[in-house]
């Protein structure tokens, strides 16, 4: 081998800073991309990357060349370092270990001084206790002298009120040294013990035909990252009143990051995407399913069950193609690139990020749902007017410019129409009374639960207020069981809908009072129980 060979087979070795540019989220990890532009020669080179995620998957690393030929990556990997730091900290160690002895020290003698003086309260206690013991006796011998059992009495009282006080400020003295003494511990301890600090440098070996300037990047999927979404609806009334009419809403979507990997995201682009790589595809364990078999009962056995009438939105004003992604049940996966750069340090605290937001009118009504609660909401409905659906995730409420509380809101495809509740009404007062009578046909033998409910209403404001109010009545699913709305004794002869809902729109001028009645029978055969 000649000279020459030699030459070119060496390996060079060079240093880059390639920082993060690209960082897509997922639900429990993140993938971090890295870019970096080189001018390298004709050759083998060995570059290494400083200060990267010592938790990276190794599995995970990848490094390419962008779109450019005449060089390939030979290998990648992760180098991992523990750096012990060590400095001269005994002579810091020595003084707290003297201020912890003297502290000690201090302590003891404020136990000793505690101990004495309980002993000196309970012994001035015994000697009152023997003075009151001998005054019925004195008083019965004649010798009544308030003057000087006072004299003997009111000085034994007073040391004993200074006796308990020196008592408790003996007490509040060892109990803030008992505090100094747990932080001194503590940092000694700290002390004693050497820093840890865990690295990690990424070394890739290239191989170069042509020198030029080349861009590579770095992939690998990191641990202690995770994104979640976060809501803020802010709701703007048209004119002071609010009563129903049109307002308009303000809806921002963001997408709140937490991560501790160990190094820090500086000026990068943020994708948030709702694809769940911890998701399970494996198929459930199959168990025997026994069936047995039974003698029919003559007598129909029946329960009351409440069933949550749900749905996605509220729908939408015109019939559209849209295909409904999902987050939690392995539908389309769906991500979103936060429009501007962000900065996410390795702290492990939240940092929320814009991702979209739009502006719709928003008609705002008040409703009562008196059996859940009895209070007014301030209820709106909009339109999801941006090209992104909403996701399932907690939404904070500001009504003009103030903070009114926190709510929910499930998955809102784009153009479907969705509610939110602003908060109770003060202004209004609401009573709800339910009275229940129960009658058997003794000609057919069925039995018959009459139930009254009163909705009692108050509006102690100086507005009027315009509400919708709702309540229910049982369905019945059998033949042997009907349910009847006792239209002459409900008010405004309300009929329920297939669901069982009954609405009234109410109007209640300021300073008024108003009843609602609710009458329903439930009729049931004689063979049926459990009503």
């Not at 020669?41 to 990848?62: N, Q, Y």
Request: include cysteine.
């Amino acid at each position: 081998m000649t000279a020459t060979d030699i030459i070119a087979t060496e390996i060079q070795s060079l240093a880059l800073d390639a920082p993060v540019t690209t960082v897509t989220l997922l639900e429990d990890r993140a993938q971090v991309q890295r870019k970096t532009k080189v001018n390298l020669t004709a050759g083998l080179w060995r570059i290494h990357i400083d200060r990267v995620a010592p938790i990276l998957s190794d599995k995970s690393l990848r490094a390419e060349f962008s779109n450019q030929m005449g060089a390939r990556v030979n290998d990648v990997r992760v180098r991992r370092r523990m750096i012990t730091k060590k400095s001269d900290r005994s002579g810091l160690w020595e003084e707290l270990k003297t201020e912890w002895q003297s502290l000690l020290d201090q302590y003891h003698i404020l136990a000793e001084d505690r101990q004495l003086l309980e002993e000196q309260f309970a012994q001035i206690g015994m000697i009152l206790d023997k003075a009151l013991e001998e005054l019925p006796i004195d008083a019965a011998w004649g010798q009544v002298d308030p003057m000087a059992w006072r004299s003997q009495l009111q000085p034994l009282f007073q040391r004993m009120r200074d006796t308990r006080s020196e008592v408790l400020q003996t007490y509040h003295a060892q109990e803030k040294l008992r505090s100094t003494l747990e932080r001194l511990v503590n940092r000694l301890q700290n002390e004693a013990r050497p820093d840890h600090i865990f690295t990690a440098q990424i070394e890739a070996d290239l191989a170069i035909d042509e020198a030029g300037e080349y861009e590579i990047d770095f992939d690998y999927v990191v641990p202690n990252a995770f994104w979640r979404p976060y809501h803020q609806a802010q709701l703007s009334r048209a004119g002071s009143k609010e009563n129903k009419g049109n307002s308009h809403l303000t809806f921002r979507c963001d997408g709140c990051v937490w991560q501790n990997t160990g190094e820090d995201w500086q000026n990068v682009d943020l994708i948030f995407s709702t694809a769940r790589a911890s998701l399970g595809t494996e198929p459930p364990l199959l168990t025997d399913d026994l069936l047995s078999i039974r003698d029919k009962s003559k007598r129909i056995a029946v329960e009351m069950r409440d069933l949550t009438v749900k749905t996605t939105g509220l729908g939408t004003e015109r019939p559209m193609a849209i295909d409904l992604p999902a987050v939690d049940d392995g539908g389309e996966v769906r991500t979103i690139r936060a429009p501007q750069k962000a900065n996410i340090p390795s702290n492990g605290h939240p940092y929320r990020v814009q991702l979209f937001q739009f502006q719709c009118s928003a008609q705002i009504e008040h409703i009562l749902m008196p059996e859940i609660a009895p209070q007014v909401i301030l209820k709106s409905e909009q339109i999801n007017n941006s090209s992104w659906p909403i996701l399932a995730a907690p939404v904070d409420l500001i009504r003009s410019t103030e903070y009114v509380g926190r709510t929910t809101v499930s998955f809102i495809a784009p153009q479907e129409k969705f509610a939110l509740g602003w908060g109770t009404d003060a202004n209004m007062r609401v009573l709800r009374t339910e009275n229940q009578n129960r009658e058997k046909n003794h000609l057919t033998q069925w039995n018959t639960i009459t139930k009254t409910i009163n909705i009692f209403l108050s509006n102690i404001g100086a507005e009027d207020r315009q509400i919708t109010m709702t309540e229910r009545v049982p369905i019945s699913e059998l033949e042997k069981v009907k349910v009847e709305v006792l239209q002459d004794r409900t008010s405004d002869r309300i009929e329920p809908d297939t669901n069982g809902f009954c609405h009234w729109h109410l109007h209640l001028p300021p300073y008024s009072q108003s009843i609602i009645t609710l009458a329903y029978k439930i009729a049931s055969a004689p063979d049926v129980e459990g009503i």
